[in-house]
């Protein structure tokens, strides 16, 4: 049985016997005082440096703001012990203990939070869940305080049952889960900090730095189970059995998930893609905006977001328009009329897409004189675009309309079919004859009909 130990009940019961004004109990209440202060200057110091965007503290995140006050105050409690010690040695010191454990407390709760705030990104849900945790560390802290807490630890260690020659109780199995989750929190934490460093590496290729942090994520989250479990008492080798059930599982139903997550380090390692690229899936075009160890976020032109699983970029074709140079050529063509002076034409073509910035320069754009149809001049203007993936309309539009304006300017005649319908009384020689109710006549872009009478 463990035992009891009610700290609020010893520190009441030695101050009923001993009082309030003796030199160690003052001493003590110097030493929170000094510690809470100590606590407040150091956060009110470093709160604005922290929050700073220039910080070179700000990878850490602002969320570390919380733990300056906890920590230090808990620092300066137990330093004030060591102290006290020399001075007043053989006395328990228990209401330092009280504010120790109500600091640790206090650290426990930061420390998750800030945990849980940076590993997910300030997710809604956090802020909910935050004040669950809090509520559930405060409730243990205080069982612990009056003494309940370790009668409970006993009476769920009591329930308990054998795996094989492991003893495995209830209480196990909650140190177990929450070992667990430590771990991997701590472990997702620090996968997070290196991505973020790996990320702002600027000499690395993109795909290397993708794969660099998935690798990281997964050897510190195998890290963290393995580290995990034995702290706690439980044998890493009965892993093996859960390893035995994950390979059936894979084997039958899970080989579709298993072939995502290859295909994602295959797709990592031969660079096939990469972030920024414009490619088509299928039918689906877009930039690839995210590359995770399952599928790719591939973001239209329209703003729309496809999650394309990793095995269709391995097992299908993909245009990758992005794979050695992003720039690409596309033409946009128009129609003059047979009297327009052709150099001009061309010449007025290649000016149109001059002084933009989106248009590749070197090599200049060219005009092309396409064909000659039935009433116009079929001609054409050739371009390289530099950044495909902010898309083509606006593009094409603004270049339309200087042409447009262009041709107005120089009296450039752009024809269009014209459909003319004349009404008029038959003469007396055409309706003399009973099988002619009327007739049409065609001219080039123009069509005179005459209706039956």
Known sequence: MTPRENLVAELIGDINQHGWIRPDLVSQMGVVLVAVLAGVILYHFLKPQLYSEQSRWQWLGQGVIRLIFPLT???????????????????????????DVLLLAMVNISVIAYLLRHVF??????????????????????????????????????ISFHLGHQRISVLTILQGLASVAGTMLVAMWLSRLAERW????????????????????TLLVVMAVLVALPLVGIDPTVLSVFGGALGVGLGLGLQKIASNYV????????????????VQIGDRQGVISRLTSRYIVLKGLDGTEALVPNDTLVTSTVVNQSYTDKKIWTKLAFTVGYESDMDLVLQLLVQATEGLERVVQDPKPFPYLDSFGDSAVNVSVGFWI??????????????????????????????????DVVHFEPSNKLAGDGNLQGYATSEPNKTVVAPDN
């Open 263 to 278: 295909s994602g380090f295959i797709i990592l390692l031969d660079r096939s893609v990469r972030l920024g690229d414009l």
């Open 386 to 419: 530099k950044d495909p993936e902010n898309g083509q309309g606006s593009l094409k539009s603004e270049i339309n309309l200087r042409v447009w304006h262009l041709f107005k300017r120089h009296g450039i005649n752009i024809p269009f079919n014209r459909l």
């Open 73 to 99: 105050a808990l620092t300066v409690t137990k330093l004030g012990t060591v102290v006290l010690a020399t001075i007043y040695p053989g006395i328990a010191f228990r209401l330092i203990g009280v504010a």
């Open 198 to 217: 790996l990320m702002r590496a600027d000499m690395l290729d993109t795909s290397l730095r993708v794969m660099l942090t998935k690798i990281i994520q």
């Open 121 to 158: 990104n300030e997710a809604p849900w956090v802020g909910r869940w935050e004040r669950r945790i809090a509520a559930l560390i405060w409730l243990a802290y205080a069982l612990h305080v009056v003494g309940i807490l370790p009668e409970i630890a006993d009476s769920l260690d009591d």
